[in-house]
């Protein structure tokens, strides 16, 4: 069965600090994409990432990166110099078998504090 | 780029009345269409998804259905609405297997009163 965890249900921290969430992932596919979406207060599913599994090296974006573990089924997003912009939900997700649809993740609920 | 409508934005409505919301498409054509809800916390359920006009898969045994009269077009009804129906419906477009960014729409949050 195809599934994504996100065992992180919120995290706090300070403005400036790194913080890192989690994304352990299912599927029987051996080749797959993964994504990311952020969800500000506003409520719009903002798509950030999507990473095709043959491609296991780390991918930077300003402050954001990612990292794809093929060997632990993990594909963690860390935000460096946290800023009070950060503060959103944050889904990870993975095509399904069928019809394209996005499995998420329960999300990982980042409170960054000026 | 995709551009989704979604409206109304926010309903309050109350137990047993119908429920009507639209959702267009601008800049692609044939997309696949999906309507996800978001109930109190934070997951995302697929509701329903759309290959083509007049094609609707459901997701999940529920008191909604959904539409598609043109290629743009996605709707999703209910003629009685419950309490549970509360949450924040987003449709969605694009997909397919594999690479296909999904785009949202802002949203509608529906209360039922």
């Known amino acids: 069965a195809q599934k994504v965890t996100q065992a992180q249900t919120e995290i706090s921290v300070v403005e400036k600090e790194d913080v890192t969430l989690d994304c352990v992932y299912e599927t029987r596919d051996t080749t797959y994409y993964l994504f990311w979406y952020k969800q500000p207060p506003s409520g719009e599913l903002v798509f950030l990432i999507r990473?095709?599994?043959?491609?296991?090296q780390n991918e930077i974006s300003g402050r954001y990166s990612w990292n794809f573990q093929k060997s632990t089924s993990s594909f963690n997003f860390t935000i460096t110099a946290s800023q009070v912009v950060d503060s959103a939900v944050y889904f990870c997700?993975?095509?399904?078998?069928?019809?394209?649809?996005?499995?998420f993740g329960q999300g990982t609920e980042l409170s960054v504090k000026p | 780029s995709q551009t989704i409508h979604q409206w109304p934005a926010t309903l309050v409505q109350p137990v047993g009345s119908p429920l009507s919301l639209e959702c267009t498409v601008e800049?692609?054509?044939?997309?696949?269409l999906y309507w996800y809800r978001q109930a109190a916390g934070r997951g995302l359920q697929l509701l329903f998804y759309s290959v083509g006009i007049g094609q609707i898969s459901s997701e999940v045994p529920q008191n909604l259905s959904a539409s598609r009269p043109q290629d743009r077009q996605f709707i999703l009804s209910s003629k009685k609405l419950l309490l549970s129906d509360s949450g924040f419906y987003l449709c969605a477009s694009g997909g397919g297997r594999g690479a296909n960014v999904l785009t949202f729409g802002a949203g509608s949050r529906l209360t039922v009163l």
């Open positions: 997700a993975l095509p399904s078998y069928q019809g394209g649809k996005l499995i």
């Open positions: 800049g692609t054509s044939n997309p696949n």
């Open positions: 990473r095709n599994s043959f491609d296991e």
